[in-house]
């Protein structure tokens, strides 16, 4: 059973950086494709950024594309996902999410996640 933890989130104004972290108990990432999602209070959640097995290669919504980074440390079973120029409609509980996987692909689907992460709430103020 895999486990994942977030931080990092919090109350931030409009034009502020945060960092959310996702700490993994896995024996290595590198068995693992990674995914940040969000859910704004009455919306479904929604694809923000992914990560592949290897770390290699990222894929972003086209609504943070240019705002947001997804990275890892592997020697600490972290995952990252760096938020910048934050506005108000980034605001939602932020999830973590892995799946195990021989392939190279970054994983858009929510439905295609085996584990997922309690959340993270992001509030921006405007």
């Known amino acids: 059973q895999v486990h994942l933890v977030e931080s990092g989130g919090g109350l931030v104004q409009a034009g502020d950086s945060l960092t959310l972290s996702c700490a993994a108990s896995?024996?290595?990432?590198?068995?693992?494709?990674m995914g940040w999602f969000r859910q704004a209070p009455g919306k479904d959640r929604e694809f923000v950024a992914a990560?592949?097995?290897?770390?290699?290669?990222?894929s972003y919504a086209d609504s943070v594309k240019g705002r947001v980074a997804i990275s890892r440390d592997s020697g600490k079973n972290t995952v990252y996902l760096q938020l910048s120029s934050l506005k108000a409609e980034d605001t939602a509980v932020y999830y973590c999410?892995?799946?195990?996987?021989?392939?190279?692909?970054?994983?858009?689907?929510?439905?295609?996640?085996?584990?997922w992460g309690q959340g993270t709430q992001v509030t921006v103020s405007s």
């Open positions: 896995v024996r290595t990432l590198s068995s693992y494709a």
């Open positions: 990560l592949n097995r290897w770390g290699g290669s990222t």
């Open positions: 999410a892995a799946r195990e996987t021989s392939t190279t692909t970054t994983f858009r689907s929510e439905f295609v996640y085996e584990y």
